[in-house]
């Protein structure tokens, strides 16, 4: 016998993101809307331990919502509180206490497991949450700037394995995401500052009047001036989200536009153990990836110039040691091994996303090794000296 049978089916996502302040306060309903049903549903907490700590009454308010609300749904006894930043991802012990603890409570698939943290714990909770009972529904609370504007209220979830980041990981888009400014207000500068390279990521590539709009901004965002932040997060989450529904939410092709600058910022996380931010590698990865666009003839210097004031103005590093790693430790462990990694994460071809001009983007399938080692040398002088080199 020689038969076939062929199946094809759609299965459509929908999830919305609030922007709201004091999100357990219990005049606040946004949250208890989500997760009332008719089925009481069950509630399990994960925490980010640097949110708990910064902000000390946070735990006592979560169980005051939690009893005010009683009739809308039931609380788990306990609230998980997990390690932030890589640590979450790096440990898989923290996935494991979340699904110990969703087996304990018998926490099911009609019920919520919200996370409350930035982007790496929120990226370890939704982890969990997708491959418990084959998927658990998982309510975001991003509190850092980076978390609200861009990881969090995407569809990707997942933790660091083999030395490598987001190595095991899923694609399942969140029941929901709340995004509260108050969360904001107690970030330590460097952490307020990371989450808007990812603005400038998105607007270099997409839409030049936002990044004009940050460039003009730039002050009055390194003073933490609210309304300046609120609308670049806004703006910023709208267009990762205009993204994600634009054909290819599951990256099944081998383009990642919105991960422009990332596939040396990924690395040089790794080479340096951590000790730079997400945001702040970005950064890196942006300007080594501009200043090569640059010496290719793609923009033009008076371009190149823009956004390297506008990254200096924010403070942001160029440089690290690291990006001038050699290989005597093994190919793993230069920058340029990024390269391959980052086509490996994909599959496929290597593509990545370069500048054609400001506020559009283009994608090359190859890199010129000695023109990016040109790149890092003009950016060590730029860290150094300023524009004036």
């Not at 995004?179 to 839409?207: C, H, M, P, Y």
């Not at 383009?255 to 951590?274: C, I, M, V």
């Not at 590698?281 to 008076?302: C, N």
């Not at 506008?310 to 091994?337: N, Q, R, Y």
Request: hydrophobic share 40%.
């Amino acid at each position: 016998m020689n038969k076939k049978l062929q199946q094809s089916f759609v299965v459509p996502f929908d999830y919305p993101v609030y922007f709201t302040d004091h999100i357990f306060n219990p005049k606040n309903s946004t949250l208890a809307t989500l997760l009332k049903s008719k089925n009481h549903p069950k509630v399990l907490y994960v925490a980010d331990e640097g949110v708990v700590s910064h902000h000390t009454t946070l735990l006592s308010s979560i169980e005051n919502f939690n009893q005010f609300y009683k009739n809308n749904f039931q609380a788990c006894n306990k609230i998980i509180v997990i390690p932030g930043g890589e640590t979450a991802k790096n440990n898989p012990k923290y996935v494991e206490r979340i699904l110990d603890a969703v087996n304990k409570y018998g926490v099911d698939r009609h019920s919520f497991i919200v996370g409350i943290g930035g982007g790496a714990v929120l990226d370890a909770v939704g982890f969990a949450a997708a491959i418990a009972h084959r998927g658990i529904r998982h309510i975001r609370i991003p509190t850092t700037v980076l978390s609200q504007n861009d990881s969090g209220i995407g569809v990707k979830n997942g933790i660091n394995s083999y030395h490598k980041k987001n190595f095991l990981g899923t694609f399942a888009p969140p029941f929901a995401v709340v995004n509260d400014f108050q969360f904001l207000t107690t970030l330590e500068t460097r952490d307020w500052r990371a989450g808007i390279s990812e603005a400038i990521k998105v607007a270099l590539i997409k839409d030049a009047t936002f990044f004009q709009f940050i460039y003009e901004h730039a002050d009055k965002l390194n003073k933490r001036d609210k309304a300046a932040m609120q609308q670049l997060i806004f703006r910023c989450a709208e267009m990762h989200m205009e993204h994600i529904a634009g054909g290819d939410p599951f990256e099944m092709g081998s383009s990642r536009p919105l991960d422009f600058g990332h596939w040396s910022a990924h690395k040089l996380e790794q080479l340096t153990n951590y000790s730079i931010r997400h945001g702040e590698a970005v950064a890196i990865g942006m300007a080594l990836d501009v200043t090569y666009s640059f010496l290719k003839g793609m923009i033009t210097e008076a371009e190149l110039n823009t956004i390297i004031e506008l990254l200096l103005k924010l403070e942001f590093p160029l440089f690290v040691p690291e990006m001038e790693a050699t290989t005597t430790k093994g190919k793993a462990f230069s920058l340029i091994a990024g390269l391959e990694e980052f086509r490996e994460h994909l599959g496929g071809e290597l593509t990545i996303m370069l500048l054609e001009t400001i506020g559009k983007g283009v994608e090359v399938h190859e890199l010129d090794t000695d023109l990016i080692q040109k790149s890092i040398v003009i950016l060590k002088a730029f860290h150094h000296e300023g524009l004036s080199v």
